[in-house]
């Protein structure tokens, strides 16, 4: 009898274990996996047939961003002084690396040159020119548009020709992540073409440089 009865015991604190496990939160769920992006217009313009640095190389610089654009989390601007970060939804690099690379590709590609660097890559031996972007703000907005506001400077040997403001906007064609850095290609595509024709038209003024 008394053998009988520290079984039904023992089964009975087995079940209370049991019960204790999946009220401690030991049944764990799976975690979300975030969405990664990536930066670009796989839209954009075919490359210029025709060089216009004439062979030379231009190199982009680190491109500057406010630290709340800083880092991987997507952000939206859901107020005048109001944002919001995304928990699943992240940049694949961070931001001003993407800006930089896309800028980069799209202005080489303008340009119709492959002799091109940027950070945090090193300049080539022959670098002539050199660019930089200084963005004040970049995100998405709450009637649901893309805003680019900031600034760039052109350099010639190191002296600094070009220095002027830029802005653009894109329209969200929805609701989701996805549409939202579309648009922001679309917007460095648009700044890039802007850039592009004022380096060209810089170009076509700069003297020629006299040779002995």
């Not at 009898?1 to 049944?27: D, E, H, T, W, Y």
């Not at 670009?40 to 982009?60: C, H, I, M, Q, Y």
């Not at 989701?176 to 460095?188: E, Q, S």
Request: net charge negative.
């Amino acid at each position: 009898m008394m053998r009988k009865k520290g079984k039904v015991k023992l089964i009975q604190l087995m079940m209370l274990g049991f019960l204790a496990l999946l009220g401690g939160g030991c049944v764990t769920v799976a975690s979300q996996e975030p969405d990664y992006f990536v930066l670009g217009n796989p839209t954009a313009n075919s490359r210029n047939e025709t060089d216009l640095l004439e062979g030379k190389s231009f190199f982009f610089r680190q491109t500057e961003i406010p630290s709340y654009l800083d880092g991987t989390r997507i952000v939206t601007r859901t107020a005048t002084n109001q944002l919001s970060y995304a928990e699943f939804n992240r940049w694949s690099e961070s931001l001003d690396l993407g800006i930089t690379r896309a800028l980069a590709d799209h202005l080489a590609a303008s340009l119709g040159t492959l002799n091109y660097s940027y950070y945090p890559n090193r300049t080539r031996p022959d670098n002539l020119y050199e660019l930089s972007i200084a963005v004040q703000r970049f995100e998405r907005t709450d009637d649901n548009a893309v805003v680019f506001e900031g600034s760039w400077r052109f350099f010639d040997e190191r002296e600094q020709k070009i220095i002027l403001p830029l802005q653009a906007t894109a329209a969200v064609d929805g609701t989701d992540h996805l549409a939202m850095v579309k648009a922001m290609g679309v917007v460095l595509q648009e700044i890039s073409d802007r850039i592009s024709e004022q380096i060209e038209k810089y170009l076509q003024e700069k003297p020629p440089v006299d040779t002995p």
